[in-house]
Nanobody, 126 residues
Framework: QVQLVESGGGLVQAGGSLRLSCAAS????????MGWFRQAPGKERDFVAA???????DYIDTVKGRFTISRDNAKTRVYLEMNALKPEDTASYYC????????????????????WGQGTQVTVSS
């Protein structure tokens, strides 16, 4: 059984930083791409960042230069370092893992991820 558990969310002032962690357990050897998504109340779940086993990364434009995704070599943890946070970054953040070959053009689609965590809330006050 695979589990993804996020941590590190919280309340922070605009301009501050947070580091989200996602711990994966179970049959993680099949993980290929791991990603972070976020969902604000009343909105769809949106892609934030993803990283492949090769280390290739992708980000949405609005977080480039502020957020950094990383993962450990054992593929059991993925991190999201968030700096210069803005109120519009407020959302629940979800960790996700894909299995099998996933072309980078599909990294932004939640449908292509098999496993999901429960989410961690990030609130940025102005």
């Amino acid at each position: 059984q695979v589990q993804l558990v996020e941590s590190g969310g919280g309340l922070v002032q605009a301009g501050g930083s947070l580091r989200l962690s996602c711990a994966a357990s179970g049959r993680t050897f099949g993980f290929t791409v791991m990603g972070w998504f976020r969902q604000a109340p009343g909105k769809e779940r949106d892609f934030v960042a993803a990283i492949a086993g090769s280390g290739t990364r992708d980000y949405i434009d609005t977080v480039k230069g502020r957020f950094t995704i990383s993962r450990d070599n054992a593929k059991t943890r993925v991190y999201l370092e968030m700096n210069a946070l803005k109120p519009e970054d407020t959302a629940s953040y979800y960790c996700a893992a894909a299995t099998g070959i996933l072309h980078p053009s599909r990294w932004k689609s939640p449908r292509d991820y098999v496993f999901w965590g429960q989410g961690t809330q990030v609130t940025v006050s102005s």
